[in-house]
Nanobody, 125 residues
Framework: QVQLVESGGGSVQAGGSLRLSCAASGRTFSTYAMGWFRQAPGKEREFVAGISWSGGSTYYADSVKGRFTISRDNAKKLVYLQMGSLKPEDTAVYYC??????????????????WGQGTQVTVSS
């Protein structure tokens, strides 16, 4: 069982940066692949970035590639999403998710077992 709590959301102007954090509880965090998803009003939840259990592999949605960076600290049980060059279309609730797997980086919503409550990111123009 893993519990996830996101933090770091807020309001920022276009072009700015934010760093989201996801704190995990549970003894086996290091065996979990982690992902960030987002959901804008009236839209479906979408994949943003994912990282393998070891941190050795990462994967990004085309819309954030080159602007966002996902990383993890297994000793601290934390996952980060560094967001830069933010755009108004990045406005959404951002969710952290976990999947107990040592194979690859899951990208589909149904691949993930555990979810956080979300943190709001608002980017103004």
């Amino acid at each position: 069982q893993v519990q996830l709590v996101e933090s770091g959301g807020g309001s920022v102007q276009a072009g700015g940066s934010l760093r989201l954090s996801c704190a995990a509880s549970g003894r086996t965090f290091s065996t979990y692949a982690m992902g960030w998803f987002r959901q804008a009003p009236g839209k479906e939840r979408e994949f943003v970035a994912g990282i393998s259990w070891s941190g050795g592999s990462t994967y990004y949605a085309d819309s954030v590639k080159g602007r966002f960076t996902i990383s993890r600290d297994n000793a601290k049980k934390l996952v980060y999403l560094q967001m830069g060059s933010l755009k108004p279309e990045d406005t959404a609730v951002y969710y952290c998710a976990a999947r107990n797997t040592r194979v690859g980086v899951p990208v589909a919503i149904h691949d993930y077992e555990y979810w956080g409550q979300g943190t709001q990111v608002t980017v103004s123009s």
